[in-house]
């Protein structure tokens, strides 16, 4: 998968129309979170505690295998949805909220209008 960091592209889907290029742009975004076990993986490290989580702990949480959760963790970091931090023999994971407030802003929806505000 060619990944690219999430960046803001543009402006709410809902005010401007975007180009062939922001939506390929927003799209890739979207496809790194699209996969299942991506979502969970970064649901488990937003959620822990501490607000990080050690690789050797999310294998079991999902029931995959340990070279299968280093591959998507490696594609959320490649991605800037989290960082990465070496300890020793064990990788901790961070979530970075910016990058999800890309992807928040891009889906966020305008001012109501007369037909919203009329339900």
Do not use: Y
């Not at 803001?8 to 299942?36: G, I, M, N, W, Y």
């Amino acid at each position: 998968m060619d990944v690219q960091t999430i960046a803001r592209c543009c402006a709410p889907l809902v005010e401007t129309a975007l180009s062939e290029t922001q939506a390929q742009q927003l799209a890739a975004a979207f496809k790194v979170l699209a996969d299942p076990v991506r979502l969970r993986l970064f649901s488990l490290v937003a959620a822990a505690p501490d607000g990080e989580a050690c690789a050797c702990d999310l294998v079991e949480s999902l029931g995959r295998s340990q070279p299968t959760i280093s591959h998507h963790l490696s594609v959320l970091t490649e991605a800037g949805l989290l960082t990465r931090e070496q300890r020793g023999r064990w990788a901790w994971f961070r979530p970075v909220p910016e990058r999800l407030d890309v992807l928040r802003e891009a889906l966020r929806a305008g001012p109501a209008t007369s037909d919203a505000a009329a339900r």
